[in-house]
């Protein structure tokens, strides 16, 4: 069954850190772009990152660059997302999507694309609270 699984979320306070991870099950990563969105209530889904089939040069939304790095462990089947100095307006539950074709660009295009995305997850909570 081809399927990406979160995992990693949770409740951290103002300040802290947490490291998303979504595995891929059912087929390879290697060859797939992947990007982290997220959705908190009453909110349309974001997308806050992006990486390439090869890796370089990563895409972040302004709201998480400098915070947030993804990366990708091919060999782990996995792609990460480190989360650093978290606030409460972080708090939301977190998607991981895959597609072979290249969709970085479209992060700030303003397009809501991730419906057609070919692999989606369903989501971890982070919550953000003191």
């Known amino acids: 069954q081809v399927q990406l699984v979160e995992s990693g979320g949770g409740l951290v306070q103002p300040g802290g850190s947490l490291r998303l991870s979504c595995a891929a099950s059912?087929?390879?990563?290697?060859?797939?772009?992947i990007g982290w969105f997220r959705q908190a209530p009453g909110t349309e889904r974001e997308g806050i990152s992006c990486?390439?089939?090869?890796?370089?040069?990563?895409v972040y939304a302004d709201s998480v660059k400098g915070r947030f790095i993804i990366s990708r462990d091919n060999a782990k089947n996995t792609v990460y997302l480190q989360m650093n100095s978290l606030k409460p307006e972080d708090t939301a539950v977190y998607y991981c999507?895959?597609?072979?074709?290249?969709?970085?660009?479209?992060?700030?295009?303003?397009?809501?694309?991730?419906?057609?995305?070919?692999?989606r997850g369903q989501g971890t909570l982070v919550t953000v609270s003191s």
């Open positions: 990486i390439s089939e090869n890796g370089n040069h990563p």
């Open positions: 999507a895959a597609d072979p074709r290249y969709f970085c660009a479209l992060f700030s295009s303003g397009i809501n694309f991730y419906g057609n995305l070919e692999v």
């Open positions: 059912g087929f390879t990563l290697e060859h797939y772009c």
